[in-house]
């Protein structure tokens, strides 16, 4: 942050929350010279205000900026699918968002986007714009997520004039969100806006942004609720609504498990031998059993409690498939809610979570047609993709600290699976 005659100006290059979101955002416009973010500004003759934000709930603790505006936006950004929070989230968003209605200020400072007086949007547009520009929009609002993870992006939630909602918009800045939304695009492409027991957003627009893609899709539905508590997991029939069974095959004729072993190959010959001949070790298992498994269109990739909601009717919606990857092994998807919800409610790692979760997957995977011999096989493949995104994290990074498996736990996992494969009793590969 730097400090300017007409406030704080967010530069993209301190190490500040604001500045994170500069640099995903707003770097190429503010690198012009003819756009800058401010914090609390003053009145200033050489820039007029573009875009205009609540800092929610603080300058210094930032999570969320609301549109600032019109009482009705601002208030439909704050109290807008409260269903999906948690409870304390949603509390907080409700204190905020009531007195908004009325023209209260939701937080105490506010964050704008400003141009070099009389400059032409057109010369240097804004990310907002160009959105607006692919959805056939003259003005929409946003509200900006502050995201400060390793897998951080950009993400608008879009509103009209009136506090409707208009759209979700992720935007890539780097390589690996660049990755991630190219494969979230083609994966709503071919299972968005369909209907059935489960249902995907449907893909509205895709374009270029600062040299990297960003999409958008449809707005869920209003008075969708989290799969949390009472409101039921998914069903085997609603799992495989999006990702059916089209064949038994073996499991390396898969396009994930070939994608997968080829990517471990990579990270192999970047180093840390004890990971890669443990992950080769498990893919050479594998391919020498080679399983005969049922084998889905894709599977999600993340399908997990924060990723799904139902309306009141029961329909459940499905988003972020980020992770997705075509013509995969079934079961896949059950395996990993199991582990997820195990690590988020208990904090079990994968590997001490691998023999329960197959128990509680038992259901998933005899629906998908998967015989218990090959049950085993399922779960070495999950802790394959588990090792890798753990891998690929920590190579990223420069670390094992910064990916939520850790190099000790990626081992057990992978020894887990190992064992459960040719440990005593270890079921044989279900042949043809």
């Given amino acids: 942050m730097g400090k300017g005659a007409s406030g704080r100006i967010i530069t993209g290059r301190g190490d500040s929350p604001l500045d994170s979101l500069v640099e995903q955002l707003w770097r190429e416009p503010v690198a012009t010279g003819s756009v800058r973010i401010v914090l609390d500004p003053e009145p200033d003759t050489d820039w007029e205000d573009a875009e205009d934000y609540w800092v929610v709930p603080s300058a210094a603790r930032p999570t969320i900026l609301i549109p600032r505006g019109h009482p009705a936006v601002t208030a439909a950004a704050l109290l807008s699918y409260r269903g999906l929070r948690p409870v304390r989230v949603r509390a907080a968003r409700t204190l905020l968002g009531v007195p908004s209605r009325f023209g209260l200020p939701p937080a105490p400072h506010r964050l704008v986007v400003q141009r070099r007086t009389g400059a032409a949007s057109g010369a240097f547009p804004l990310p907002l714009e160009e959105l607006q520009a692919c959805l056939n929009r003259e003005h929409l609002y946003a509200a900006i997520g502050i995201r400060l993870g390793d897998n951080r992006k950009p993400t608008l939630q879009l509103f009209s004039p009136a506090g409707v909602p208009a759209g979700y918009a992720k935007l890539a800045w780097d390589d690996a969100s660049q990755e991630a939304i190219s494969t979230e695009a083609a994966a709503l492409a071919e299972v968005g806006g369909g209907t059935g027991p489960t249902r995907a957003p449907r893909l509205l627009g895709t374009g270029s942004w600062q040299g990297r893609p960003y999409l958008i899709t449809e707005p869920l539905p209003g008075k969708v609720r989290g799969v949390r508590g009472r409101i039921p997991m998914p069903t085997p029939q609603e799992m495989f609504a999006l990702c059916p069974v089209e064949r038994v095959d073996s499991l390396s004729s898969t396009l994930q498990f070939t994608a997968l072993t080829k990517r471990l190959e990579v990270l192999g ?39 799904t909601a139902r309306e009141p009717d029961g329909q459940l919606w499905c988003w972020d498939w980020e992770s997705s990857d075509a013509d995969a092994a079934a079961g896949l998807d059950a395996l990993h809610w199991t582990i997820s919800v195990r690590r988020e409610s208990a904090g079990i790692p994968a590997a001490d979570s691998l023999d329960a979760a197959l128990a509680e997957a038992a259901p998933f995977l005899r629906a998908a047609g998967a015989p218990p011999s090959s049950w085993a ?39 887990k699976a190992a064992g459960l494969l040719s440990g005593p009793g270890a079921p044989p590969p279900p042949r043809s």
Avoid at 390 to 401: D, F, I, P, V
């Fill in 269 to 307: 010959a970047t180093g840390d031998g004890e990971v890669a001949r443990a992950a080769g070790t498990l893919a050479s298992l594998l391919s020498e059993r080679n399983a005969r498994v049922p084998v889905t269109a894709r599977w999600h990739g993340d399908l997990v409690p924060w990723n």
């Fill in 377 to 415: 096989d399922i779960a070495a493949v999950y802790a394959l993709v588990v090792a890798e995104r753990a891998w690929a994290l920590a190579l990223r990074n420069g670390g094992w600290s910064a990916s939520r498996t850790s190099r000790s736990q990626t081992l057990d996992l992978l020894a």
